[in-house]
Structures are given as C-alpha cells and as structure tokens.
C-alpha cells in the first residue's frame, strides 16, 4: 500500500493509467472500442505528421493528422490524452494513431496497441474530430484482432513505410494482411502514406500520398534548379 489513511479521497497522479475509468461501447470480446463510421468522402488532400506545423497556406481544414512515426514520437497520445489534444485542435481530421505490431512480439503485446489505436480514436471522436482508422498487421495470428473496431463499407489508411517491400517474406506478409483486409472490412477506399504493393491497387481503391522524405526530396530538387 503506497498511500496513507487521509489520502484515501484523492488520486495518484497516474492511477488510471490504462484509461479503465473510461471506456467505449464494443462488439468484441477483447473491448477493442468501435469507431464510428467515416464516409467514403471524408477524404484529405494532404497528411501531416503529429506535431508538424505547417507553414503553407492550405485550409487545416483539407488535411488529416497522421502517426506514420517512431512510437515514440506520438506515445503522449495515449500517456496524456486530454494534452495531447492542444496539438490536434487546430485540425478537423485525425487518422488513429499507428502503435507498432512487430511479428517478433508476443500476441498480447500487439493486442493491445491495437486497442490503443482504437481506444484514441474513439475518444476523439467524442472530441468532434473526423477519424480514419488506420489499420496495421503483422503475421496471419493477428488476423483475428487487428481489424476489430474498424466498421465496414469505410474508409481506412494503412502504410508500409519501414517494411521492405523487396523482400520476399515482407512482401507477402503485407500483401496477405492488406489482402484480408479487404475482405474483412471492403473499404471503399484506403488511403495510403507512401506506395503499397501493385497488387493491392487491383483490390480496392488506393488513394496514395508521399511521404515527408517523397517532399523533402522534391524540395531539394526544385531549390537546386533555380
């Protein structure tokens, strides 16, 4: 026991750490929280990484928060969720944070970041943000929660940024995950940071956007030809 007798009224500092205190409505029996359906055209023009100002003079309101990033970078999120949102309220639209699933880590662990990604985009929806879910994999075990909390006939993103796509293994891992997918969700559209495999393009319609690294690139080259 950590807390004395005349402190039995009040809360540690992280004494809901795993956010029990608030939960969402599921139809799974793990209680990955559902989110709730985005329309096919609630589609962004542009991502921007968590955290990244922009200094152009788009609309806020045209663009979509992502978390293609080091976990790292975004695990305040999930930490600090109530602070976190003074970073995302200058937007109106939010993809659901991409917490890791490494195939090497044990089931439970991707288990839970996938409720994480959900749990997050569910509460902000109840924020009044427009959220896409994105939707990770990892090897043909994950299948049978990684796609949980993610209602059909929507819109998703995804990303294989990080994974080499010309290795054999990689490749098809990606390709079987984003294959099923397909078929658990149909999506009618997936929104894709970075390129994804030829083939997923026959399954489904693929909007697809560059990278940070893709407009840094352009950038450099169109300073160096003025």
Known sequence: MTRTSHRWQSHPGAYDALHATKLFPTANAYGIPDLLHTPADQVPVWFVPYRQQIRSRQSLTDGAVHFFLDDYRFETVWTRPYKALEA??????????????????????????????????????????TVIPTVSWSTYPSYDFCFLGVPQRSIVAVS?????????????????????????????????????????????KVKSYPTRWTNIRAARRASNKE
């Open 88 to 129: 995302l309220r200058p937007y109106t639209m939010v993809l659901s944070p991409d917490f890791s699933l490494y195939r090497d880590w044990p089931l439970m662990l991707q288990l839970w970041n996938i409720y994480r990604n959900r749990w997050c985009g569910r509460f902000w929806q109840e924020q009044g943000f």
């Open 160 to 204: 294989a940024v990080g994974i080499n796509l010309q290795e054999p293994l990689e490749h098809r891992l990606f390709l079987d995950g984003f294959t099923e997918m397909v078929r658990q969700l149909a999506p009618q559209i997936v929104l894709s940071y970075g390129p994804v495999p030829a083939a997923c393009h026959e399954l489904v």
